[in-house]
């Protein structure tokens, strides 16, 4: 029969990996302390709820830095422990004294208040500490109180202590290159960071030296009181009913330090199939680079976890700010990650539909204020439908697209007021100033032209179109078509066929198509335009950064109506002609963007040279 026996984890061994490798930022030990007085208090409160214990209130946990001993202590006036338990829960690594604690005192309601769950915890001191000591008292009367002490967490020290008061005080005889955790401001920011909202009141104070004389009345400076760095209820426990706008806002203000007023808010809380409870805030963007600048603070029992957990939060959701409180979140062993399950997802699910749900509400409610900050949060509305298809299903209603004349339209909105019979086609502008031409030309025949100005806006297009494929919707530039500037009318060929011929000799590009239209607006001589989808895939190449300088397929369009056209048609190929179809193809180039370099000195010097002509025949005609 082979012999049975269990693996023990050697202290040897572990110490190393706990110590570099275990807990991603260094400052992560005061939390653990921290949490570990949060815990021990908890679990006192337990006893005294079942009757094993009398009330010991008013309960806290002290930090207490002194720079001239060079220690930092975690002092709580909790349970406590007994001889037996020091040797039980600290001696032997990854014991978890709350999870054995649980078991036996599990209240009815699921809902315990414990932290750990681990029994590292408590070991991640040594990533900072030359020594550690735990001076600590049990609850129970006939226990004495003990002293153990270590210097490398492998090898301890045991004996009584003359400690009277329950609870525990961890010292730490911090390293020399850690000693930053003994100033008051440094000390203070890792506080408010990982223990800003943990349910036990947590005193912070750092010990002065002595100051000199007295006073002249007599009096010595009187020693600061220590301060209080956290907040036991935090608003998101809070019922929404409960809470008023001016809390939320101080909240946010007070939390991420950001003095601009969100532009609204969500107020999660969930009780099934999860417990999750939190405040998510829509900030005001200065600008499309600001989307990455969000921060979701994670929670797990109002422990600070970490910010931005992309298992929890969707991507598109980052540019949010907030705090998301999960007592059930699956952690690993260093709390800092968590474990990807299923149960993660429909989290991150859940979120997500509440966001959802919130902005259509804000649409069919609100809508006034809606529009109001639509230019602010369309870029993350529209990367949430990219990236998550049941996002866009549920918000797909509340989706808005911006005119050039400042109105707000829906999509079904669009295609009602501008989209007779079978067509819909929505056109719009990536630049309303460069693009103000070609605007103007639809503008003129009731067509509403829509702004689509930011990079996620081709991308976007895309997916609808994809999406809505079975509507055939289509998204075209003003500058893609003439189709809805012109008129059904036959063009003569051969008029078409000399103008091309014409105009790629004046122009130099033998490539160019010219097509011969009637224009609603008779004003216009013409246009060029660029084919959509060849233009938006050169556009998204650049974004990738991949410049694939596809040739566009440009057509020149010109107004068969036009009395220059016209004269064009009629000419031959003189010196004048060839000037004017430069001008003409200039000018609808400037209708789309910039003339650049040469190009733009060519025009000026014809522009000027053709005004000049003028001027001499108006002068001619004056002498006659």
């Known amino acids: 029969m082979p012999e049975k026996g269990k693996i023990s984890i050697h202290a040897e061994n572990i110490m190393p990996v706990i110590k570099k490798w275990l807990y991603s930022d260094k400052d992560i030990f005061v939390r653990e302390l921290v949490s570990n007085g949060c815990d021990a208090i908890s679990k006192f409160k337990r006893l005294v709820a079942v009757g094993e214990a009398e009330d010991g209130a008013p309960y806290r946990v002290d930090v207490v830095a002194d720079p001239e001993k060079g220690t930092l202590t975690f002092s709580d006036n909790g349970i406590g422990m007994t001889g037996e338990e020091v040797k039980k829960y600290i001696a032997q690594v ?18 315990s208040g414990i932290i750990g769950h681990f029994g ?27 002293r ?23 010292t730490l005889w911090l390293n020399e290159e850690d000693k930053e955790f003994l100033q008051r401001w440094a000390l203070r920011e890792t506080l408010e960071k990982h223990c800003q909202f943990m349910p036990v009141p947590i005193f912070m104070d750092v010990v002065e030296p002595e100051k000199g004389e007295a006073s002249e009345d007599g009096k010595k400076p009187e020693k600061p009181e220590p301060e209080q760095i956290n907040d036991t209820n935090p608003l998101w426990l809070k019922k929404p009913s409960e809470v008023t706008e001016e809390e939320y806002l101080e909240f946010y203000h007070k939390v991420f330090h950001d003095f601009d007023k969100p532009l609204f808010w ?29 921060v979701i603070k994670l929670y797990n029992n109002q422990v600070f976890v970490a910010d931005n957990i992309k298992e929890v939060i969707p991507e598109f959701l980052m540019l949010l700010k907030g705090a998301i409180d999960c007592p059930d979140l699956p952690l690993n062993v260093s709390r800092s990650f968590l474990q990807n399950d299923g149960y993660v997802k429909k989290m991150a699910a859940y979120i997500t539909r509440k966001v959802a749900d919130r902005l259509v509400s804000e649409f069919n409610n609100k809508r006034e204020d809606y529009q109001k900050y639509w230019d602010d949060i369309h870029p993350f509305v529209k990367y949430g439908c ?39 086609t ?82 130099g590009d033998d490539k160019l198509e010219v097509q011969l239209k009637s224009f609603k607006a008779e004003d216009a001589i013409g246009m060029i335009t660029v ?9 998204m190449s650049r974004q990738w950064g991949r410049d694939l300088m596809l040739p566009e397929k440009r057509t020149l369009v010109l107004n068969q109506k036009h009395p220059l056209v016209q004269w064009l048609e009629k000419a031959e190929e003189t010196e004048q002609a060839r000037t004017m179809c430069a ?42």
């Open 94 to 111: 990854a014991f978890s004294g709350a999870e054995e604690f649980l078991k036996k005192y599990k209240p009815e309601d699921g809902e």
């Open 120 to 146: 590292l915890g408590f070991y991640s001191a040594f990533m900072v500490s030359r020594k550690v000591e735990i001076d600590t008292k049990s609850y129970l009367a006939n226990e004495e109180a003990v």
């Open 148 to 170: 153990w002490t270590s210097e490398n967490g492998m090898e301890y020290d045991m004996e009584p202590s003359q400690r009277e008061a329950r609870g525990t005080s961890i």
């Open 266 to 294: 969500i107020h999660l809380n969930a009780e099934y199939p999860f417990n999750l409870k939190g405040i998510l805030y829509f900030p005001k963007l200065k600008n499309e680079f600001t989307a990455s600048e969000g």
């Open 386 to 424: 990219i990236k998550d298809e049941k996002f866009y299903d549920r918000v797909k209603n509340a989706l808005l697209f911006k005119t050039t004349a400042g109105e707000y339209r829906t999509l079904e909105e669009y295609l009602n007021k501008n989209c007779p019979g079978e067509e819909k």
């Open 426 to 507: 929505l056109y719009y502008a990536s630049d309303d100033k460069r693009q103000a031409q070609m605007i103007r030309l639809y503008t003129e025949q009731g067509r509403e032209v829509v702004l689509l100005d930011t990079l996620i806006d081709n991308n976007f297009i895309s997916f609808l179109e994809y999406k809505e494929s079975e509507q055939k919707i289509k998204f075209q530039r003003v500058d893609a078509g003439a189709e809805g500037l012109t008129e059904e009318a036959e063009a003569d060929q051969d008029a078409q066929k000399k103008l091309q011929a014409m105009f790629q000799k004046a122009v």
């Open 531 to 539: 084919e959509e989808q060849s233009r938006r895939f050169t556009e």
């Open 583 to 624: 001008q003409v193809y200039d000018l609808a180039e400037m209708a789309r963007q910039p003339l650049v370099a040469e190009r733009m000195v060519e025009f000026l010097k014809r522009s000027n040279a053709l005004l000049t002509q003028l001027v001499g025949h108006s002068a001619e005609e004056q002498g006659e």
